[in-house]
Nanobody, 125 residues
Framework: QVQLAESGGGSVQAGGSLRLSCRLS????????IGWFRQAPGKEREGVAL????????YYSDSVKDRFTISQDNTENTVYLQMNGLKPEDTAMYYC??????????????????WGQGTQVTVSS
C-alpha cells in the first residue's frame, strides 16, 4: 500500500502563498490519481484539486480555481499544491490522498483509499 506524507502548511496573511507537498512511498504504482482535500472545523471534507499521474490532467474546485495549482515531480514521488492569493476561508487541515482510479469531476473522499496525516493551513485577515 502507498503511504503519503504532507508538509508545507503554516500561518500566512490573506493574499499570501504556501506550497504544500505530498510525498509518496511504498507501492506507488497503484497511485494513479492524487487528490488534495481540506477540512475546516465543523465542515465536511472538500476535494479541491486532483491530478492524474499518467496524463497530468488536473481538476480544481471552483473555490480554488485560478489560485491553486497542483503538479507532480515523478523523480521525487511528490505532488505539490501551490496556493496563491490565500483567503481566510482557505483555513483548514489539508490532506492528500491516493486512488487507483476515479471518475472525472470533483474528487470524492470515498473514492480514495490512502491518506496522509494532514497539514494545517491558517490564513489571517
Amino acid at each position: 500500500q502507498v503511504q503519503l506524507a504532507e508538509s508545507g502548511g503554516g500561518s500566512v496573511q490573506a493574499g499570501g502563498s504556501l506550497r504544500l507537498s505530498c510525498r509518496l512511498s511504498g507501492d506507488t504504482y497503484s497511485s494513479n490519481c492524487i487528490g488534495w482535500f481540506r477540512q475546516a472545523p465543523g465542515k465536511e471534507r472538500e476535494g479541491v484539486a486532483l491530478i492524474y499521474i499518467g496524463t497530468r490532467s488536473t481538476y480544481y474546485s471552483d473555490s480554488v480555481k485560478d489560485r491553486f495549482t497542483i503538479s507532480q515531480d515523478n523523480t521525487e514521488n511528490t505532488v505539490y499544491l501551490q496556493m496563491n492569493g490565500l483567503k481566510p476561508e482557505d483555513t483548514a487541515m489539508y490532506y492528500c490522498a491516493s486512488a487507483p482510479v476515479v471518475a472525472g469531476g470533483p474528487p470524492i473522499p470515498d473514492d480514495f483509499d490512502s491518506w496522509g496525516q494532514g497539514t494545517q493551513v491558517t490564513v489571517s485577515s
